[in-house]
């Protein structure tokens, strides 16, 4: 009987383990957006978020939590997810404050004027909810959206069965991406360099007209005042500058904010004090780019240190995620531009010296000599010098990149992990890797 409770015990489990490994390989990844989001939080630290943001796109395009920090030394997260109604973002609040203290909270409005608030879609379910942890206060949400509990209602509770069916399009990535990892470098923020076709007409924000606040965004803006002035934070209130926000909409999410003793800062109110430029700040009508969110972030910051102690992370004594999610930009940013006023092998490798994390491989080619090397150097130290007297092949491991050296007639290759990167055109030739995004991130050729 033991033997038999046993083996019925060890078959439950491995059931449930097969399942929710299916179920992470077959459901919906939003990569880009909410998964990359919600998925990075969690691996912050714990009670490190003195600053957290919730709301739709609008509040994930507009605040730059590295600005931010960067320029003010605030540790702040944007914590969104696309079209995110009010019960979602009351359940992001309740999830937030389980494993991080903020000082301050930062509601984005869009969802709360009735009129932009329109019949649920799937997707807006699906991005809110899809990569949250199965708590109550999920199935509650979830309740709340659907108004009952229904095969639908299942269905966003066991994603396996909502996506039983996707195995036809499921790629590598699905398989990867449960060993990946999560962390967040943008601190939830969406990068963009995108900027919008035409300029952005926000001229109808001054116009006149009516509005309504939706009774269950209102609801859910009262339960998170409660749940905020119960832990001694606050909860501040701003909207995103786009076009289709109007006047009126502030005026009435003003009343509501003075009701509670929150603040409110409508920064379409503020297009000329920030200095918003509608031709190239705009990814589109409704969101910012880069530059727009660069200038909202800074005049956010401002208005938080002035108003708030806030401790300054840059202070810290120890480096942290912050210090590293810049590091990582920077990285990011390390592409063939960024060499664009080096001119000889010389300065190129003085610049790569002073980076860490990065292999810099030489190959030169035989000048007056006629004789050709190759060399390997990691954050500026050499590790491996190949002198090539005839042909032949050479191996060296870096980490876990597998770096081979090929003569072949005189011409000289390197093959990275199996794929060749020969240039033949200059006297010298520099591959430059990065061996923590395990990636060639600039190709580059010198004639001296």
């Not at 033997?3 to 015990?9: D, E, H, Q, T, Y």
């Not at 209602?153 to 449960?178: A, C, G, N, T």
């Not at 001054?206 to 998170?224: F, I, K, N, P, T």
């Amino acid at each position: 009987m033991k033997k038999r409770f046993l083996a019925v015990g060890i078959f439950v489990i491995m059931t449930t383990v097969v399942l929710g490994i299916g179920q992470e390989i077959l459901k919906a990844k939003y990569v880009q957006d909410s998964t990359a989001i919600v998925d990075g939080f969690y691996e912050e630290e714990k009670d490190d978020i003195d600053v957290l943001f919730l709301g739709s796109s609008n509040c994930f395009c507009t605040i730059d939590p590295l600005v931010l920090y960067e320029d003010f030394g605030i540790a702040a997260y944007n914590f969104a997810s696309s079209s995110q109604p009010m019960d979602i973002s009351l359940l992001y609040l309740k999830e937030a404050l389980k494993r991080q203290n903020p000082k301050v909270v930062a509601l984005e409005v869009n969802y709360i004027p009735g009129q932009n608030v329109t019949a649920l879609g799937e997707n807006s379910i699906l991005w809110g909810l899809t990569d949250m942890p199965l708590t109550m206060d999920k199935l509650k949400c979830l309740y709340q959206l659907l108004g009952k509990i229904d095969e639908e209602y299942i269905s966003y509770v066991f994603p396996l069965l909502r996506y039983h069916e996707r195995w036809k399009e499921i790629s590598k990535q699905d398989y990867v991406y449960m060993t990946e990892d999560k962390t967040n470098w943008n601190k939830g923020y969406m990068r963009t360099h995108q900027i919008s076709d035409a300029p952005v007409d926000l001229s109808a924000y001054g116009q006149e007209g009516s509005a309504w606040l939706d009774e269950r965004a209102v609801a859910c803006l009262d339960e998170m005042a409660d749940i905020c002035e119960q832990k001694g934070i606050t909860l501040l209130l701003f909207k995103s500058p786009k076009a289709d926000w109007y006047q009126y909409f502030s005026v009435e999410i003003e009343k509501a904010a003075s009701e509670k003793g929150l603040v409110f800062i409508d920064y379409n109110a503020l297009v000329q004090e920030v200095g918003l430029n509608v031709t190239t700040d705009f990814r589109d009508s409704y969101h910012l780019n880069e530059q727009g969110a660069a200038k909202v972030s800074a005049h956010m910051g401002s208005y938080l240190k002035a108003n708030f102690e806030l401790p300054d992370r840059r202070m810290d004594e120890e480096r942290n995620s912050w210090d590293a999610a810049l590091a990582y930009q920077e990285r990011v940013g390390l592409t063939e531009s960024a060499f664009d006023n080096v001119t000889t092998v010389t300065e190129c490798k003085e610049m790569m010296d002073q980076k860490d994390d990065y292999a810099t491989i030489l190959t030169y080619k035989g000048g007056k000599d006629k004789i050709q090397y190759q060399w390997i150097y990691v954050e500026g130290k050499p590790v491996y010098t190949k002198v090539w007297e005839d042909d032949g092949v050479s191996h060296k491991s870096i980490g876990d990149l597998e770096v081979v050296f090929v003569r072949e007639r005189k011409i000289l290759n390197v093959f990275l992990d199996g794929e060749s990167y020969y240039e033949p055109q200059k006297n010298w030739d520099v591959i430059i890797y990065d061996m923590k995004m395990k990636k060639v991130v600039a190709q580059l050729g010198f004639d001296e």
